[in-house]
Structures are given as structure tokens and as C-alpha cells.
């Protein structure tokens, strides 16, 4: 069982910045794909970034540039650093990861970007 949990939602302003976090437990991290989606109102969940166990990264084209995904095998933690915030990145944002035929989210963190 991987338990994911997430931090950092909150409130910004328009061109500002967040930092997501989600972390887990168990020395078995280091060999996970994680993922960030989101999910806005009326929208289907949507891929954000990701980055494999290798450290290789990917993102949507809507995020590329203003956001970039990390991960420390130390603390268990991928994050999820969002600058340049539009009104439009409004959503709930999901960490994930697949592990041996199952999948993992995270409870979830709401980014709302309002003046």
C-alpha cells in the first residue's frame, strides 16, 4: 500500500508563485514515476508533469516553462514548484504514482489564483 500525502495549496495571486509537495513512506520512493494532474472546475483531470525514477522530466504544454517538477529520494517527496500563475491554473492538484498494476493519489490540494 503507498500512502501519498500532499501540501502547499493556498491562495495567489495572479504572476505569483507556489510550491507543491507530496510525500511518502517507505525506502521504495526512489523507484516510483510520480505525477502531478489537476483537476479545475467542470474539467477532466489533466496530466501537469512528471518525472520517472531516473529524473527525467515531462511536461503539459500549458505549464512548460512556468513550472518545474523535483523529487528528493531522501525525504520521500516530489514537488511541484508553480511560478507565473495564471487564473487559469485554478484546479486541485493530484500527486500520483502507479506501483505493480495500482494506482496512488494523493488527497489532493487546492491552487487558487485570484486578484
Known amino acids: 500500500q503507498v500512502q501519498l500525502v500532499e501540501s502547499g495549496g493556498g491562495l495567489v495571486q495572479p504572476g505569483g508563485s507556489l510550491r507543491l509537495s507530496c510525500t511518502t513512506s517507505?525506502?521504495?520512493?526512489?523507484?516510483?514515476?510520480m505525477e502531478w494532474f489537476r483537476q479545475g472546475p467542470a474539467n477532466p483531470r489533466e496530466l501537469v508533469a512528471g518525472?520517472?525514477?531516473?529524473?527525467?522530466?515531462n511536461y503539459a504544454d500549458s505549464v512548460k516553462g512556468r513550472f518545474t517538477i523535483s523529487r528528493d529520494n531522501v525525504w520521500n517527496t516530489v514537488y511541484l514548484h508553480m511560478n507565473s500563475l495564471k487564473p487559469e491554473d485554478t484546479a486541485v492538484y493530484y500527486c500520483?504514482?502507479?506501483?505493480?498494476?495500482?494506482?496512488?493519489w494523493g488527497q489532493g490540494a487546492q491552487v487558487t489564483v485570484s486578484s
Open positions: 518525472i520517472n525514477s531516473g529524473g527525467s522530466t
Open positions: 517507505g525506502s521504495i520512493f526512489r523507484l516510483f514515476d
Open positions: 500520483h504514482t502507479r506501483w505493480l498494476g495500482s494506482n496512488y
